[in-house]
C-alpha cells in the first residue's frame, strides 16, 4: 500500500514538472540573437567585378586598385602579403615589369555566399626580372592559376591567390637544378 502511494505520487510529481515545463512561455523570436547574414553575390555582380579586375590589370595603373579592393581589404600571393594600397601597387609593379606584356582570362569561377573562387590563365612574355631571376624574352601560354575573393559590399576584402610559378620557369626555359648540401 505505502509502495503503491509512493508510485502515484511521482507520477503527480512528473505530471506537474511535466505540466510547468510544458506551460513556461517560449522565447519570443526577436529575443533570439541571429548572425548577421552573409552578402550573397550574385553572378551579375561578380561579372561587374571582374571586368574592375581585368581593368586593373590590363590598364596596369595603381589609381585603379581602389575600384577593386576595399579600404581594408588583405591579399595573400606567392608575391607575398599586402594590406593597403602602396603594398599591393608594389607587388603589381614587380609583376608588371616582370611580363609587361601579361593578359590575364578568366577560366571559371564558383561563388559561394560573398566567396568566389575564380580559375584564370595568363599569357605574356618574361621580360622584366622576378625574384632575382632576369627574364630571357620568351614567352609563356595558359600559366594557372587561383584566386579566392572574399567580397563585401561590392569591393574585394581579402584575396588569396597562387599561381604556378615552377610552370611559369619551365614555359620560359628555365631548369630547376638541384644544388649540393654542403655537410659539415
Not at 608594389?90 to 568566389?116: C, Q, W
Request: net charge negative; charged share 25%.
Amino acid at each position: 500500500m505505502i509502495r503503491s502511494i509512493l508510485y502515484t505520487l511521482l507520477y503527480v510529481a512528473a505530471f506537474f514538472v511535466l505540466f510547468i515545463v510544458g506551460c513556461k512561455e517560449q522565447e519570443k523570436s526577436s529575443d533570439v540573437v541571429t548572425e548577421p547574414m552573409v552578402e550573397e553575390i550574385t553572378d551579375a555582380d561578380f561579372k561587374t567585378l571582374w571586368e574592375k579586375v581585368d581593368v586593373l590589370w590590363e590598364k596596369r595603373d595603381p589609381a585603379l586598385i581602389h575600384t577593386v579592393f576595399a579600404d581594408d581589404f588583405v591579399r595573400i600571393s606567392p608575391g607575398g602579403t599586402s594590406s593597403n594600397a602602396e603594398e599591393l601597387t608594389n607587388e603589381f609593379s614587380i609583376i608588371n615589369k616582370a611580363y609587361p606584356d601579361m593578359v590575364l582570362h578568366l577560366n571559371r569561377y564558383d561563388i559561394t555566399g560573398n566567396m568566389v573562387i575564380t580559375h584564370w590563365l595568363v599569357d605574356g612574355t618574361f621580360t622584366g626580372e622576378l625574384i632575382g631571376i632576369k627574364g630571357n624574352d620568351k614567352p609563356f601560354k595558359d600559366l594557372s592559376g587561383i584566386t579566392v575573393f572574399t567580397i563585401k559590399e561590392g569591393k574585394v576584402v581579402r584575396d588569396d591567390s597562387s599561381w604556378n610559378t615552377l610552370e611559369l620557369f619551365l614555359q620560359t626555359g628555365y631548369d630547376i637544378v638541384e644544388t649540393p648540401v654542403k655537410s659539415d
